[in-house]
T-cell receptor, first 116, second 116 residues
Framework: GAGVSQSPSNKVTEKGKDVELRCDPI?????LYWYRQSLGQGLEFLIY????????KSGLPSDRFSAERTGGSVSTLTIQRTQQEDSAVYLC??????????????FGEGSRLTVL | KQEVTQIPAALSVPEGENLVLNCSFT??????LQWFRQDPGKGLTSLLL?????REQTSGRLNASLDKSSGRSTLYIAASQPGDSATYLC???????????????FGTGTRLQVTL
């Protein structure tokens, strides 16, 4: 697609429920990133996929968080047993990810998650 | 661990003024530095990207400089307009094991308001 697409744009859920957030990167981009932005806070890195390499999961805050990327394209971020502190905007970004490339990141509009 | 700091946290200027936003980072071994703009409730829009070998980049009324050895970057906005009101974020990346850009580490941003 023309840009990074994320869905849903807004999600309200009850504490304890599982949620899935989807990211569709720019076509041809091999690198995909998930970030979280809590109210009034900076961007917190969650996970990074680069081609067929093992993902960098160092930013995932707990084992309730997981992400996968199928076929090197679409990614899904799953949060199990949601807690109120999970409320945030979840941002996805992609880049060409090729050695020697500029590494410029392009962001989606984000998925706003509210846990009641 | 890379730390990125942005000063000031907030800035209000009258329309037409030139202004400078500052960004500093602790680890100078970067791959690139990006400046982003974020409007309320929106994702991030890439403004300028400076590769580690470059000193500055320009786009329209925006000019970004990079002094890697001192760990500093500035974003200069000429002849500011009310439409420039937004939060400006800088972010740095490093080389990852594939020879391309790793995850970005973000500053907490400068919230700019340009008044009539």
């Amino acid at each position: 697609g023309a840009g990074v697409s994320q869905s849903p744009s807004n999600k309200v859920t009850e504490k304890g429920k599982d949620v899935e957030l989807r990211c569709d990167p720019i076509s041809g981009h091999t690198a995909l990133y998930w970030y979280r932005q809590s109210l009034g806070q900076g961007l917190e890195f969650l996970i990074y996929f680069q081609g067929n390499s093992a993902p960098d999961k160092s930013g995932l805050p707990s084992d309730r968080f997981s992400a996968e990327r199928t076929g090197g394209s679409v990614s899904t971020l799953t949060i199990q047993r949601t807690q109120q502190e999970d409320s945030a905007v979840y941002l996805c970004a992609s880049s060409r990810g090729l050695a020697g490339n500029t590494g410029e990141l392009f962001f989606g509009e984000g998925s706003r998650l509210t846990v009641l | 661990k890379q730390e990125v700091t942005q000063i000031p946290a907030a800035l209000s200027v009258p329309e037409g003024e030139n202004l400078v936003l500052n960004c500093s980072f602790t680890d100078s071994a970067i791959y690139n530095l990006q400046w982003f703009r974020q409007d309320p409730g929106k994702g991030l829009t890439s403004l300028l990207l400076i590769q580690s070998s470059q000193r500055e980049q320009t786009s329209g009324r925006l000019n970004a400089s990079l002094d890697k050895s001192s760990g500093r970057s500035t974003l200069y906005i000429a002849a500011s307009q009310p439409g420039d009101s937004a939060t400006y974020l800088c972010a740095v990346s490093h080389f990852d094991h594939t020879g391309t850009a790793s995850k970005l580490t973000f500053g907490t941003g400068t919230r700019l308001q340009v008044t009539l």
